[in-house]
């Protein structure tokens, strides 16, 4: 194997991108660079990038996973994300997804298990939001009904019915006109609130708006 272009990384000073037989191979460190004297139109042997691999490139990957995870929680799929966009060679990502694994640094179902708790507690999207964020962050399916059959389901809907009356409030403005309250559940149902969770709400405010005229 040849390599065929060694330049500097835009995104990340002090890294180059190297290109093994005019393919991007991997991205390293300047320092390691000058280590182990690589330059254009050398001929990179098996070995050589094998021990590159495996001195560099794995411990490379695995601190920058570590520094990453250090800082806030990632999926499996955005830390993967994260470290291709760095240039990680490829193996070198799937030891790093490995080792964190094993030693319990990156687990998707205690993320996901997380991320509902808060959402809930904060209570700005409603359950169908929730999941779809969860996927779009990179979430196994099955894993999230998994996790998400852990919840009680009462609970969830008792929780969505509370986030989701000021929100109702504040669209509404007391007029339960059918346009206006149609507009205010579309709005509701787009921030991944359940029918059955705004037409509660919707019940407790006719109630209040009731009592407040008798």
Do not use: W
């Not at 495996?54 to 990453?68: I, P």
């Not at 059959?149 to 009462?154: G, L, N, P």
């Amino acid at each position: 194997m040849i390599i065929t272009k060694i330049e500097p990384q835009k995104k990340h000073k002090n890294r180059s991108s190297v290109f093994l037989d005019g393919h991007f191979a991997f991205g390293i460190s300047d320092f390691d660079v000058l280590r182990y004297r690589l330059k254009e139109g050398q001929d990179l042997s098996e070995n050589d990038l094998k021990t590159i691999q495996n001195e560099v490139l794995f411990q490379d990957a695995k601190q920058y996973a570590l520094k990453l995870l250090d800082r806030q929680s990632y999926t499996e799929k955005a830390l993967c994300r994260k470290m291709a966009d760095r240039g990680c060679e490829p193996s070198a990502i799937t030891k790093t997804v490995s080792f964190l694994k094993e030693y319990g640094y990156l687990d998707d179902a205690a993320y996901a298990r997380h991320y509902i708790e808060s959402a809930l507690r904060l209570g700005k999207s409603g359950m169908r939001k929730i999941r779809y964020d969860l996927i779009e962050k990179g979430i196994d399916r099955n894993t999230l009904e998994e996790i998400v059959s852990e919840f009680d389901k009462s609970q969830i809907t008792q929780n969505e019915s509370l986030s989701v009356l000021p929100l109702l409030e504040k669209k509404l403005k007391g007029d339960f006109s059918f346009p206006n309250l149609m507009k205010a559940k579309r709005y509701c149902l787009a921030r991944g609130f359940s029918v059955e969770a705004i037409d509660n709400a919707v019940r407790k405010l006719q109630i209040e708006e009731n009592d407040f005229f008798e």
